[in-house]
């Protein structure tokens, strides 16, 4: 079974539980109500590389984010993460490789109902296409 922070989750809860169990326990800490006010509003977004298996947390700020907050944030997580009693995600009992990354970057919605203006129909792969159509100059390094 998964565990995020020693609480058995499934695969579609790990943003969620994460950042509900992340709030909890930094708010154990003198700094948790800080922690809870900065941390509540915002987004998480669980990602999975099967290539290396790194388990990613996605914490999306906006870009007016005091740059003293992101780092406080960051040192209550680190603080979390030192616990080896309580690793970020395990699989059976065995740690399992994560990171969080804080963004203000917004991925576009390529489907469904709030759908980005320009991306549901490839618009946004005509440049790509389009060079790899077009011939270019010789790499005179290979020859």
Not at 13 to 31: M, T
Not at 51 to 63: A, D, I, K, M, Y
Request: net charge negative; with cysteine.
């Amino acid at each position: 079974m998964w565990k995020i922070l020693g609480e058995d989750a499934l695969y579609v809860e790990f943003a969620d539980v994460w950042k509900r169990r992340v709030i909890e326990i930094a708010s154990e800490g003198e700094n948790g109500e800080r922690f809870r006010e900065i941390m509540e509003p915002r987004e998480v977004l669980y990602l999975f590389n099967g290539t290396n298996g790194l388990h990613s947390f996605n914490v999306e700020f906006p870009e007016d984010t005091d740059p003293k907050d992101l780092q406080f944030l960051a040192d209550e997580i680190l603080k979390i993460a030192e616990d080896v009693d309580r690793p970020f995600i395990s699989l059976a009992g065995g740690y399992q490789k994560c990171q969080v990354v804080f963004t203000s970057e917004k991925e576009p919605e390529l489907i469904g109902a709030n759908k980005t203006e320009g991306y549901g129909s490839g618009k946004i792969f005509m440049p790509i296409l389009e060079s790899l159509c077009k011939p270019g100059r010789a790499n005179d390094g290979m020859f």
